[in-house]
């Protein structure tokens, strides 16, 4: 009876702390990308995935500014899809077409509002974490 | 007998997941230690984060643009660091922590290490009340010690150390506080940009204030989740979206172009250009609006 109740206690426990683990690995590996030159904006951006699913969210980027926008994931041989367009759904960029390259400098010549959608590609779905981070170059 | 065993066991279970918890973090002192019990349901913050980023844009970069238009330092728009003691509700604890974050951009872009010390002080007292001591722990302060003179690494230490609060707290069950920080950090460097922006007619200036619009929605929309946290959320949360209805009125024109990729440096041009029509009328209501939520803010 007492394995019975414990058994989910130690379950959740041992998985949380793996979930913590992970995003603190990913956010180690992302940094590998995020050279000194570049200025977080204070937030990190992680969310788990699950088969299919996308995530998408938009942000402001300042004209006569260079960001960097550098992806991570934990799902095992996974490729970060790095996917931007205006508001208007005019495709800007995708990493797609660029061997899902991690990392890609934006500049901006004008102040515009972009949708970044992120997505990760595998041939067997593992559950996992994706993780952003954005920053300005000084 | 069969009952004490049973105690005994879950007792014993229950410390070895605090213990197994606990050892990802060996510097935790007791009052975290107590923090960190919320840990075990760390994995359905994970899960709400889905789908909900709300990128806002970082106070350095406000600050960096007034600085580049050669407008001169004024010492009036900081909140003041000694205040910090006032603040007994982590509410205002977390507010003012964005607040002084964003008062340390603006004292090292305009070279003022002396004072940006006394804020470091604030924000380390404040930390402390936060739980966020090892974020904001002695190598911290030693590292922007040996930066003290050099605005750029100091900006990436300050910033790096911004967002390991926000990965902590968005890992640890206290994303409000979290969302607070960067409300506070969004509001003060708004503080900045419309107070100047009253008394200048600078193009870039007027510029990047009607390019808030965006970055308000996304702070709206952080925030909203804590709608019914309490009073005070859902004032601030009420004010912001009253700032959001005087963004309506500005006028905003978008042009596609095509972006230039330039694939052997990963570098892509983004030619598109955005147009913003801001009046008169606008900047004087928008500035009153965010210096009356700001001013109660740091009371």
């Known amino acids: 009876m007492a394995k019975k109740i414990l058994i989910p206690f130690i379950l959740i426990g041992l998985f949380s702390v793996k979930a913590t683990a992970q995003v603190e690995n ?16 204070g937030q990190e951006y ?12 938009r942000t402001t980027f300042f004209g006569e500014n260079t960001y960097r926008i550098t992806t991570c994931t934990s799902v095992k041989k996974g490729q970060v899809v790095l996917t931007v367009y205006d508001t208007d759904k005019n495709l800007l960029f995708s990493n797609r077409d660029y061997d899902y390259s991690p990392y890609w400098n934006f500049r901006f010549t004008s102040t515009v509002i972009c949708i970044i959608q992120v997505d990760v590609v595998s041939q067997q779905f593992t559950p996992g974490y994706v993780m952003l981070l954005i920053g300005f170059k000084q | 007998m069969l009952n004490f065993k049973r105690i005994v066991f879950f007792v014993s279970g229950c410390f070895l997941i605090f213990g197994l918890t606990e050892c990802n973090h060996p510097n935790k002192s007791d009052n975290q230690t107590i923090k960190e019990d919320v840990s075990i349901d760390t994995l359905p913050t994970l899960i709400k984060y889905e789908s909900s980023i709300f990128p806002i844009p970082s106070p350095w970069q406000v600050v960096g643009l007034v600085k580049n238009l050669s407008i001169p330092y004024n010492e009036n728009l900081l909140n003041r660091y000694d205040r910090y003691q006032k603040y007994g509700k982590s509410f205002k604890q977390a507010l003012n922590l964005g607040i002084y974050g964003a008062d340390i951009s603006y004292l090292c872009i305009y070279d003022r ?3 940006a010390i006394k804020y470091l002080d604030a924000i380390r007292k404040l930390c402390d009340q936060l739980g ?5 722990d002695q190598n911290f302060f030693d590292a922007v010690e040996q930066n003290i003179n050099n605005k750029d690494s100091l900006a990436r230490i300050i910033t790096k150390a911004y967002s390991s609060s926000d990965l902590y707290l968005k890992t640890n069950e206290r994303s409000d506080i979290g969302a607070l920080i960067v409300a506070g950090s969004w509001i003060e460097s708004m503080y900045f940009l419309t107070q100047i922006a009253l008394g200048n007619s600078n193009r870039d200036i007027i510029n990047r204030f009607g390019e808030q619009k965006h970055p308000l929605d996304n702070l709206i929309e952080l925030l909203t989740p804590y709608y019914y946290k309490s009073s005070d959320f859902s004032e601030l949360i009420d004010e912001l979206i009253n700032v959001a209805y005087e963004y309506d009125g500005i006028i905003y024109s978008y042009n596609y ?10 570098q892509i041009t983004i030619n598109s250009t955005t147009q ?18 700001r001013n109660k ?3």
């Not at chain 2, 966020?132 to 904001?136: M, T, V």
């Open chain 1, 46 to 57: 992680f969310a788990s995935l699950k088969p299919d699913q996308v995530i998408e969210f």
């Open chain 2, 297 to 299: 803010l740091v009371e």
């Open chain 1, 26 to 41: 990913l956010r180690n590996t992302c940094a590998l990308n995020f050279p000194p030159e570049y200025v977080s904006d």
């Open chain 2, 132 to 136: 966020l001591e090892q974020i904001f």
């Open chain 2, 113 to 115: 290490t002396q004072e």
């Open chain 2, 276 to 293: 913003v029509v801001v009046s008169e009328y606008h900047i004087r209501i928008i500035s009153s609006k965010i210096e009356s939520i």
């Open chain 2, 257 to 266: 172009k095509e972006p230039i990729i330039d694939a052997a440096n990963r």
